[in-house]
């Protein structure tokens, strides 16, 4: 199945700081996610966007499938942005959606 | 609009008990999904349904069964739990993008 592989695994900022998250997939994709995972356990689905940009509010993401990688855009980071952000993926010809080992995020104060 | 909903939340079985996890979509979606996420990793599927009537294995199906009841719910069994099992598991649904429950924390001891 389609490799899905994100980096950084951990990242720690300071209240207001701007990050990249950067997920990088092994086969053309129909379908690419980004989550954000709380600290309560909750899968929050941030993107659909297995092309292209979107944006919500401080998020942003960028995928370039033709490269196959997409970003995403944390800006102005509060703590409540803190969790794992997860990367997930189907590739053309696969069923199942594939997920990175997740950017564990934390925001200080 | 409650989206997926999954029961129980929270669930403790002793080794060799059976227990089904229900979950039901209102998003008449035709793809159902159940992931299974273990500490520090990705979610990892078990099985899926691509239309009412049909299922078929995922990544780590073994332990467990699945039975499509209708189109809204998909329920996930386990027959003679083991402490490997222990987990949190996730339903999804999917048109384009998945739309994942909130999830049910299993410990079986």
């Known amino acids: 199945g389609i490799q899905v592989e994100q980096s950084p695994p951990d990242l720690i900022l300071q209240e207001g700081a701007n990050s990249t998250l950067r997920c990088n997939f092994s086969?053309?994709?129909?379908?690419l996610q980004w989550f954000h995972q709380n600290p309560w356990g909750q899968l929050i689905n941030l993107f659909y966007i297995p092309s292209g940009t979107k944006q919500n509010g401080r998020l942003s993401a960028t995928t370039v499938a033709t490269e196959r990688y997409s970003l995403l855009y944390i800006s102005s980071s509060q703590t409540t942005d803190s969790g794992v952000y997860f990367c997930a993926a189907n590739s053309n010809s696969g069923y199942a959606l594939n997920f990175g080992k997740g950017t564990s995020l934390l925001v200080t104060p | 609009n409650a989206g997926v909903t999954q029961t129980p939340k929270f669930q403790v079985l002793k080794t060799g008990q059976s227990m089904t996890l229900q979950c039901a979509q209102d998003?008449?979606?035709?793809?159902m999904y159940w992931y299974r996420q273990d500490p520090g990793m990705g979610l990892r599927l078990i099985y899926y349904?691509?239309?009412?009537?049909?299922?078929d294995k995922g990544e780590v199906p073994n332990g467990y069964n699945v039975s499509r009841l209708n189109k809204r719910e998909f329920s996930l069994r386990l027959e003679s739990a083991a402490p490997s099992q222990t987990s949190v598991y996730f339903c999804?649904?999917?048109?384009?993008?998945?739309?994942f429950g909130s999830g049910t924390r299993l410990t079986v001891v």
């Open positions: 086969d053309s994709v129909n379908n």
């Open positions: 349904s691509a239309s009412e009537g049909t299922t």
């Open positions: 999804a649904s999917r048109r384009g993008g998945y739309t």
């Open positions: 998003m008449n979606h035709n793809s």
